[in-house]
């Protein structure tokens, strides 16, 4: 979250070729909208752009996020499908940032983990 708007890897980057390695993919119409540095920014009204099955929050802004009302509104946000890379986990969030090999290999796993528990049938 960014200058009053939520803001997603598109595959140009690296922490979003990262994602899709695991499998996760945006829709079309969202990555159309990435910038050339591969940032997508999606405005507090668009939100219901972001009820996907799940999304990541690498920066420890929960509080911020779930005080945005139209957040609130979404089946990602009912459902409990954000997976939140809060402070404590600094050292994941930095590796999906500034990814090498070993970084790599440290968040697969983890990241893997989270979103399979988000995605699994209750």
Not at 72 to 100: H, M, T, Y
Request: net charge positive; proline share 5%; with cysteine.
């Amino acid at each position: 979250m960014r200058d009053g708007q939520f803001v997603l890897w598109s595959r140009k980057t690296a922490s979003g070729r990262f994602l899709a390695g695991l499998g996760c993919r945006l829709p079309e119409h969202l990555e159309r909208l990435a910038t050339a540095a591969g940032w997508i920014h999606i405005s507090f009204e668009k939100a219901g752009d972001i009820d996907l099955d799940a999304v990541l929050w690498p920066n420890g802004k929960r509080e911020d996020v779930e005080a945005v009302p139209t957040y609130r509104r979404l089946r990602l946000f009912r459902e409990n499908r954000s997976i939140w890379l809060d402070d404590n986990e600094r050292v994941l969030s930095a590796a999906l940032w500034f990814q090498s090999p070993l970084s790599i290999r440290f968040a697969a796993e983890p990241v893997a983990r989270r979103l399979a528990q988000v995605l699994s049938p209750t």
